[in-house]
């Protein structure tokens, strides 16, 4: 959806609709299967490039809509501009000021809501290669007796939990940004 004040009116977002019982995530519901999260992942990756692609059209926006008002003074004193024509260039310079500040909070906010939503999909990815592994393991563990073996499990127990717990933790952090996008240490 092209923007009026847009020179070269470029197509908008895709709007995320809510009419597929997202309840507001842009998480893609019935993600069990790891190819589901592949595709989120790739699908919020995409949206993630155009949210910032816009939010750099919209920032070069603001810049120079900042610089006209700037200017449009000196072309009043040079005569260029009477009384009432100073005022309208202000009062429009002023107002798509104002759109393009305001597009570019709300797609710093979709920014990072994108990125917390991301970053769960990520963790999700963790715990099934997590999950993978262990079921591997206690398959091995069934033939293999060993204490590295029965290590390995409990480590990996462990980290499938910690992934867990921080999973719930960006679920439910609102609109905090997740701390990093690295997994916990993992001493192997």
């Given at each position: ?11 908008g ?17 019935g993600l069990?299967?790891?190819s ?14 155009t949210?910032e692609?816009?939010?750099d ?9 900042r610089?006209?008002l700037?200017r449009?003074?000196t072309r009043a004193v ?7 024509a ?18 570019m ?13 991301l ?10 290669r997590t999950?993978?592994e ?8 069934r033939?293999?007796?060993?204490d ?5 499990i ?18 439910t952090?609102g609109?905090?940004l997740p701390p990093t996008?690295?997994p916990p240490?993992q001493?192997?």
């Open positions: 959806m092209p923007l009026a004040d847009e020179p070269n009116g470029k197509e977002l895709d709007p995320v609709p809510d009419d597929q019982g997202l309840g507001g995530s842009l998480l893609v519901p069990q299967s790891a589901g999260i592949v595709r989120s992942v790739s699908r919020l990756r995409l949206l993630l490039v949210v692609r816009r939010y059209e919209s920032h070069r926006r603001v810049l120079a809509f610089q006209q700037r449009v003074p040079n005569g260029h501009l009477a009384g009432d100073y005022l309208a260039v202000m009062a429009e310079t002023r107002a798509r000021l104002q759109r393009a500040e305001q597009e909070e709300d797609l710093d906010l979709l920014k990072r809501r994108v990125t917390m939503d970053h769960a999909l990520e963790l999700m990815e963790k715990i099934q999950q993978q262990l079921a591997e393991l206690r398959e091995q563990a033939w293999d007796a060993r590295e073996v029965a290590a390995e409990r480590r990996l127990e462990r980290i499938a939990g910690e992934f867990v717990a921080e999973a719930a933790r960006s679920i952090t609109d905090e996008l690295e240490a001493g192997r």
